[in-house]
């Protein structure tokens, strides 16, 4: 009989099958293959150690091609099956991550576009955008659209139009390798006990996972530098995450300074021939020192030696859509897998991660004190309900004489308001109307700078409309509440001779802005800085002295069990942006709850004691990691059907001592993108299995024809 193998193919809701080896072919576990699949040519990629009977019979389909891809390794095979097993994920959508699509494209040559300089005759807004986005950047239809926010058709007709002119070009170039002795730091001492502790394990080999914690400014980049040069020295191949790609630019001339060269980067804000130069790189081993945004995991990597997550405990490591996974425990199996070292570093570990070095699975290592001597920022809170802003304005004045002295020392502030946009509500003021999407059950966010409404759900936009669309009254609409570009209206207006930086994902679209955005304020140009969660996170700005928050209970509300430890370290991270350098730093607290623990322990810097409550209330209530949570979501775009299916979901749930199913109910957010959806939400023991009982459960009732349902394991978004 003829040989065969058994090949997952990339396609949904299909399990692996198995294929005929044509004589003189040889396959290995983990080599990408063409397979037929009815009448077409699907990937797929041959597997091993999968359970089920293996098809015999003389119908059996012959694989029709090996593609130009190196095999995946055995220790990426397992991660892809632990993945999918425990984040409940299709095998194939695994896949997906591990063998994108320009993994797939060979060496034969693309377009690309850039902007001609010559104008559409027809001009519409989503042109202007686009065109506004695109100075400067060059990629295919699709990385352009992406880069610009719009659909691929806006792109293709400014092709049409002349606005972008096409070249062919071939894979992108690599930067030169990583020298590891190129400029090794001057480190303090307790950095260089922790350094030394990381290139031990590296040089040893093995699995070794640690906790890299140390206040902002402390230098923990430093310190893994020295592992990533050990990394080096061996031969092998480093891996840093970051949580934000506009972080990246930064970032990487940091480590270009250290090694005498830039990382390679990977990103999604990459251009096609790039990101297939980088995956050809990183297969064969060439690149040796890659930084990336999470999906960077998923990479085959020729040897991992060691695994960076900087800025662990930042949620922007959990992926919402596709696959749910979390880069952070991702990052750990995968260093398990591998026999490699894995370093969480962060300035506030999420519980989670304080949990595991608790109990000796991490190695936790300390950073206490700033490097240099620089002394953390004094921080002190402003009771609204004593010094309130004036009427129409969200600067209380301590904060704004603030911001005039630190100007007139010629110093630089910040201002932090994690809302973007102008305003979250639009209301009239003739009848109450509340401009919702037509989508979700969300409001549309005022973007004065732009002239729109947007969702920040959907992605749906709309105008300003020039009378409430329910009673017809004109010019009866008002913004409600402060997002950033009020802020800095309201600024404008106090230091009209401020020079002003907007940082948000709306203006700082790609890590070439964030760099122009550092080199501003590095060079003096840039007074005060407005920002969203996004200027909290790596930026070091030695003048900058003064941060103002202007609502520190935003986020406060609701029922996430995670409200108050990501406002904590928000807050804690923004406050670290604060005298850097020599200056000493200021920190400014606008809140209506100034007695809070979590706004004293902030004041009195006492994280620790913050940080035991809310272990103490998790273990209490048996919540993670002190037990597990699992989220389904029944959606469907009629409501009755996604009612109805959620009912019998959760009747088919079977009893099992130490799991509860709660639910179903509305979900917080009732409609997104024209499906109302339902929340299930299931709380389980840590002994209890909660993958294998949720799959069994699942197989009990699939849901009916234009019903989904999505599963979350370990869930961070509770909406």
Known sequence: MAAQVRVVVMQAGLGPLDYAVPEGLVLAAGQPVQVPLGPRTVTGVVWDGLEGPAFKGKGLRAVRGVLPVPPLSAPLRRLCEWVSDYYLAPLASVLRMVLPQVALMGERQVVEYRLSGTLPARMTPERARAMDRLAGRSGTVSDLARAADVSDAVIRGLVNAGALAGETVSAGDLPPPPDADFAPPRLEAGQAEAAAALVGAVDAGGFAPFLLEGVTGSGKTEVYAEAIAAALRTGGQALVLLPEIALT?????????????????????????????????????????????????????????????????????????????????????????????????????????????????????????????????????????????????????????????????????????NRRGYAPLTLCRACGERINCPNC??????????????????????????????????????????????IAEEVAALWPEARVALVTSDTITSPARAAALVASVEAREIDILIGTQLVTKGFHFPELTLVGVIDADLGLSGGDLRASERTFAQIAQVAGRAGRGAKPGRVMLQTHQPQARLMQALVNGDAAAFYANETAARRDLTLPPFGRLAALIVSAEDEGKARAAAATLAAAARPREGVQVLGPAPAPLAMLRGRYRFRLLVTARRTVPLSAWLRDWLGTAPPPAGVRVTVDVDPYSFV
Do not use: N
């Open 249 to 417: 630019a930064a970032f990487m001339k940091r480590l270009e300074a250290r090694f005498g060269a830039a990382p390679l980067a990977w990103h999604s804000d990459l251009k096609t021939s790039a990101r297939r130069a980088a995956y050809a790189a990183i297969a064969d081993g060439r690149a040796r020192l890659v930084v990336g945004a999470r999906s960077a995991l998923f990479l085959p990597f020729a040897d991992l030696r060691l695994t960076v997550v900087d800025e662990a405990h930042e949620t922007s490591f959990k992926q919402e859509e596709g696959v749910h996974y979390h880069a952070r425990d991702v990052a750990v199996m995968r260093a398990q897998f591998e026999g490699a070292a894995v370093v969480l570093a962060s300035a506030t570990p999420a519980i989670e991660t304080r949990v595991q070095a608790e109990r000796g699975t991490y190695r936790h290592l300390m950073l206490p004190a700033r490097y240099g001597g620089a002394e953390m920022p004094a921080i002190e809170t402003l009771d609204l309900r004593r010094t309130p802003p004036p009427r129409g304005r969200w600067i209380a004045p301590p904060l704004a004489s603030a911001i005039t002295d630190t100007l007139a020392r010629g110093e630089q502030a910040l201002l932090f308001l």
């Open 441 to 486: 059950t969300a409001w549309m966010v005022e973007h004065r700078l732009l002239h729109r409404l947007a969702c920040h759900h959907c992605g749906h936009e709309m105008s300003v409309p020039p009378a409430c669309p329910s009673c017809g009254e004109a010019d009866a609409l008002v913004a409600c509440g402060p997002g950033v570009e009020r």
